[in-house]
C-alpha cells in the first residue's frame, strides 16, 4: 500500500503555558522526529 501524504491526518494545535517550561522544545523534538522516520 503507498502511503501518501493524504493519508496522513492533519490538525492544529495550540500549546498554552508558562516561559521557560518547554514548549518549543516539545514541538521541535516531534518534528525531528517525523523527519527522521520519513527521509
Do not use: Q, S
Given at each position: 500500500?503507498?502511503?501518501?501524504?493524504d493519508?496522513?491526518?492533519?490538525?492544529?494545535?495550540?500549546?498554552?503555558?508558562?516561559?521557560?517550561?518547554g514548549?518549543?522544545?516539545?514541538v521541535?523534538?516531534?518534528?525531528?522526529?517525523?523527519?527522521?522516520?520519513?527521509?
Open positions: 500500500m503507498a502511503n501518501n501524504k493519508d496522513v491526518p492533519k490538525f492544529k494545535l495550540i500549546l498554552v503555558g508558562d516561559g521557560g517550561v514548549k518549543t522544545t516539545f521541535k523534538r516531534h518534528l525531528i522526529a517525523e523527519m527522521a522516520l520519513e527521509g
